[in-house]
């Protein structure tokens, strides 16, 4: 039905094209400037409206007819009116010269118009910005935050408008610019359900390569924000350039504007970085529900808070006795259980003259749907995976990263670090260099191991080629190591086909090795309907959508595919004669989540709320017995920056002081992430809680500093 939509933007674009013809018609012969203009609207506001009915055609607009028609009849007038003022005679030099009135006047009274012009032009692009994602909701932003954004945004848009000379279409290009951060903003609320925060920039190139992947359906409020955009594009177009004085060279003019724009540059960054957006402005995001304070706050406040919160903070009081004192105390904890104590001494025997091979698989998004409330339909999870008996640990792992950030559960499982030391919105593998950070393929190399890290895509995403090599992995295969008819399923190639490439690096290689696996084919979007029909779950989900609930099963079906991958891996593990050790766990959530949340816990409204979006599942296996261990599949809930220190504390390996201080961390702290951290009773806290007890969370910061922060030069 929404095909038909269509219609509605054509039908307009014919009335546009039967009156503007004749009008044409008694115009100018077309060799003067006016005429031309009057033309330029008409191509405008031809290409709006036939992206309009594109869209819809091809069923990517998902409003309301009534919206449509609105904007479709509200850019033809917005192009009527720029028509109308194009065709006017500009004569306020010749009125001045009959009033007797000296040209000065003149160029003062051109000059506040230019102003007024430039000043609704901002107001239209920040309901540019806002409106695609925000919708409505933009006219309730308080007033204090909402001047903050538009002084960033005149500021842009004077940027454009002298570097492009004082032309109407430079300040028109800074419109363009700003109003496509608010489209931006909205695909990524749409496909991440987060906000857009400023190491976001640093992943553009990651970004790129799995944008084919989603289908960029637009509503009614990304139309209003576009039909803003031309309206302030319309009203750039009553600008006009100063009168030219007969001293006036062109080089001069030049120097002149882009120093102007300079200036404004140099405005922008200052009004970044400069003010204390939190203290003098009383801006704030709790980075749990980030996207809503961008609503109540509005776009570029938030950034610009989210910005000015990237440096990672000292603690308070730190100094090198305050780490030692951290460390110990840190370490004490951990040595003060005798028992795992005498546990791990019988396996770290066993592991010194073993030296397993030591393999983990980050399996993407792969999580445990069946947490809410079993979808309502008895949903148990994955089979296989939830039914192993016999690993060493397993149960539910908190992760730093929704939806997207993969990198962010790579660092904190590769390095032990947590991102909540390092703050949110930060990619890690984007900013910093690891090559004096103490890492587990480093930490392997000294033991021996040949390290080898692989994934089936593009080496430069999150920037690994270089991070890897940094990290100490000795090899890094990529998708180019793959042959060109390597199967694939959803979004890439199989996980099978990873797992069979281990296999081989096993065959080919007896000496220990550590190996890390970052799998591919759950990749999102949830919407590319490529999945065959006798492998799509068909689950009907109450209190979801329609477009939600394909997409829970496009992706469910992915995690069977996933689990059955597992199940074959493990069976052939389980065949070698050589001791191996199996470290599997998910990267994050799919995008879909939140409405699951809404669905089935909407009355919740607690920190327990977003942490279940926040987590996904663990295990930890060996294909031969452990010393010291039952094997029986023991629950222990953690966060995945704990996951290899707890993984090489099961199976005996050396441990760092930094990993035995994080494992001391647990005791108290068994769980943490970018949201809050867990209490031994399991009880979640958000950092900012008065009733949190901060001592372990403090104690592990301090250490964190020492070993992450103060090697990377902050």
């Known amino acids: 039905m929404q095909r038909l939509f269509a219609l509605i933007p054509l039908a307009v674009l014919a009335a546009l094209w039967a009156g503007s ?13 006016r005429w031309r203009d009057m033309r330029l609207w008409r191509i405008i506001v031809t290409v709006f409206l036939v992206l309009e009915a594109l ?9 309301d007819a009534i919206s449509l028609a609105t904007c479709s009849v509200a850019v033809l007038a917005i192009g009527a009116v720029g028509a109308a003022q194009a065709s006017r005679p500009h004569t306020l030099d010749d009125h001045m010269a009959r009033l007797g009135w000296p040209p000065v006047v003149a160029d003062v009274i051109r000059e506040v118009c230019n102003v007024l ?10 309901l540019a910005l806002e409106l695609p994602w925000n919708g409505l909701n933009v006219f309730s932003i308080p007033w204090r935050f909402v001047r903050l954004e538009l002084v960033a945004v005149a500021l842009v848009i004077l940027f454009c408008y002298f570097v492009g000379q004082r032309r109407r279409a430079g300040a028109c290009a800074g419109v363009a610019l700003v109003t496509l951060v608010g489209v931006a903003q909205y695909f990524v609320l749409r496909f991440k359900g987060e906000a857009i925060l400023p190491s976001d920039f640093l992943a553009l190139g990651t970004a790129s390569a799995v944008i084919g992947s989603y289908s960029y359906v637009i509503d009614a409020d990304v139309l209003r924000g576009l039909t803003c955009a031309l309206a302030a594009m319309c009203a750039i177009s009553f600008m006009r350039k100063p009168r030219k004085l007969r001293f006036e060279r062109r080089l001069t003019n030049v120097v002149a504007n882009l120093t102007a724009a300079v200036a404004m540059a140099v405005g922008l960054v200052g009004w970044l970085v400069v003010p204390s957006y939190a203290n003098d402005f009383g801006v704030y995001i709790h980075y749990w529900s980030a996207i809503e304070y961008y609503r109540q706050q509005g776009f570029f406040p938030s950034f610009a808070y989210a910005y000015q919160d990237l440096p990672i903070e000292k603690p308070a009081g730190y100094s090198n006795s305050s780490v030692q004192e951290a460390t110990d105390t840190l370490v004490a904890a951990y040595e003060s259980d005798e028992g795992s104590m005498a546990i791990y001494a019988e396996a770290s025997a066993q592991f010194d003259e073993l030296k397993p091979t030591v393999i983990a698989i980050m399996n993407e998004s792969f999580s445990d749907l069946s947490v809410y409330d079993g979808l309502g339909v008895g949903y148990e999870g994955p089979t296989y995976f939830n039914g192993v008996d016999d690993a060493l640990l397993r149960g539910d792992l908190y992760v730093s990263a929704f939806s997207g950030g993969t990198c962010n559960s790579e660092f904190e499982f590769l390095t032990g670090n947590s991102l909540a030391y390092i703050g949110y919105g930060q990619y890690p593998y984007q900013v910093y260099n690891f090559r004096k950070i103490e890492t587990l393929p480093r930490q392997f190399a000294r033991l021996g191991y040949s390290t080898c890290a692989i994934h089936p895509n593009l080496g430069e995403n999150w920037n690994r080629t270089n991070v890897y090599k940094q990290m100490g992995f000795d090899t890094f295969l990529t998708i180019n190591d793959f042959a060109p008819d390597t199967p694939t399923f959803h979004s890439g190639i199989t996980d099978a086909a990873t797992y069979d490439r281990i296999l081989q690096l096993l065959e080919e290689d007896s000496s220990p090795q550590f190996i890390f696996d970052v799998t591919m084919q759950n990749h999102s979007g949830y919407n590319q309907n490529n999945i065959p029909e006798d492998r ?6 109450e209190g979801l959508s329609d477009e939600d609930e394909a997409a829970v099963n496009e992706y469910l079906s992915c995690i069977e595919a996933a689990d059955a991958d597992l199940e074959e891996f493990m069976a052939a593990l389980s065949e070698l004669d050589r001791p191996v050790i199996l470290i599997f766990f998910g990267d994050h959530q799919p995008s879909v989540s939140p409405a699951l949340n809404e669905a089935f816990f909407s009355d919740e409204g607690s920190v327990e709320y977003t942490e279940r979006e926040w987590h996904t599942s663990y295990l930890i296996w060996a294909n031969y017995d452990v010393a010291g261990s039952a094997q029986a599949s023991v629950n222990d809930t953690t966060s995945v920056n704990y996951l290899g220190a707890m993984a090489l504390q099961a199976v005996g390996a050396p441990l760092t002081t930094y990993q035995q201080a994080q494992l001391g961390a647990r005791k108290t702290m068994p769980a943490l992430n970018l949201i809050a951290f867990m209490d031994p009773r399991e009880t979640w806290y958000d950092y900012n809680d008065p009733a949190a007890d901060l001592t372990t969370y403090t104690l592990l910061d301090t250490v964190f500093y020492k070993n992450f922060a103060e090697k990377v030069g902050l």
């Open 55 to 63: 869209w819809c055609a091809l069923g990517l607009y998902e409003g």
């Open 117 to 126: 012009a430039l000043l609704i032009a901002t107001g239209l692009a920040m």
């Open 536 to 541: 799509l779950t068909t689950y009907e989900i």
């Open 21 to 33: 013809t004749a009008l044409l018609r008694k115009a100018d012969d077309g060799e003067n400037a």
